[in-house]
């Protein structure tokens, strides 16, 4: 356990209102990523760090599977930003080399390709007028087809 996990924290632009949380769930149970995986749960992830589980929570796959959405920052009754707390403890795990690069390349690629499509779809129908229903119709076959 180290006891000055927790001020490592806060002490970086993002993590500052970690001890703000009251350990009330609203993020997990709002965060789409819990709704699809048991195991990811953010106010965990938060009482781990208030509790000095430095390794534990640094050295960890859940960190790589945030998609940024910010619902937790919304839901949270005390402003705590978990989404930007997240990035901190990214950014951490980077730092002491407990990350998996592997993991970290392909969640990466994920991130890439999915902002491409959106993209794609955005400009597609800003040039062809095409409706965004359309346009994202025919990216989803292109995708079956590609795969
Ligand atoms: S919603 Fe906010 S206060 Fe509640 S557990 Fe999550 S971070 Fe903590
Ligand atoms: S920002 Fe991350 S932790 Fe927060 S709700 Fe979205 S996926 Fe979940």
């Given at each position: 356990?180290?006891?000055?996990?927790k001020?490592e924290i806060?002490?970086?632009?993002?993590?500052?209102?970690?001890?703000?949380?009251y350990?009330?769930?609203?993020?997990?149970?709002?965060?789409?990523?819990?709704?699809?995986?048991?195991?990811?749960?953010?106010?965990?992830?938060?009482?781990?760090?208030?509790?000095?589980?430095?390794?534990?929570?640094?050295?960890?796959?859940?960190?790589?599977?945030?998609?940024?959405?910010?619902?937790?920052?919304?839901?949270?009754?005390?402003?705590?930003?978990?989404?930007?707390?997240?990035?901190?403890?990214?950014?951490?795990?980077?730092?002491?080399?407990?990350y998996?690069k592997?993991?970290?390349?392909?969640?990466?690629k994920?991130?890439?390709?999915?902002?491409?499509?959106?993209?794609?779809?955005?400009?597609?129908?800003?040039?062809?007028?095409?409706?965004?229903?359309?346009?994202?119709?025919?990216?989803?076959?292109?995708?079956?087809?590609n795969?």
């Open positions: 356990m180290d006891n000055n996990f001020k806060t002490s970086r632009p993002g993590g500052e209102n970690l001890m703000m949380c350990s009330c769930g609203s993020c997990t149970a709002t965060c789409p990523i819990s709704e699809i995986d048991d195991s990811f749960n953010p106010r965990l992830l938060i009482k781990k760090s208030l509790l000095g589980y430095k390794e534990e929570v640094l050295n960890n796959d859940d960190l790589w599977k945030c998609i940024q959405c910010r619902r937790c920052v919304a839901h949270c009754p005390q402003d705590v930003k978990f989404a930007d707390i997240m990035r901190v403890l990214r950014n951490m795990s980077i730092e002491d080399g407990y998996d592997e993991l970290k390349e392909k969640v990466d994920l991130d890439k390709t999915v902002y491409q499509y959106r993209l794609d779809i955005v400009a597609n129908h800003l040039n062809n007028s095409k409706d965004m229903d359309e346009s994202i119709e025919v990216m989803i076959d292109s995708g079956d087809q795969g």
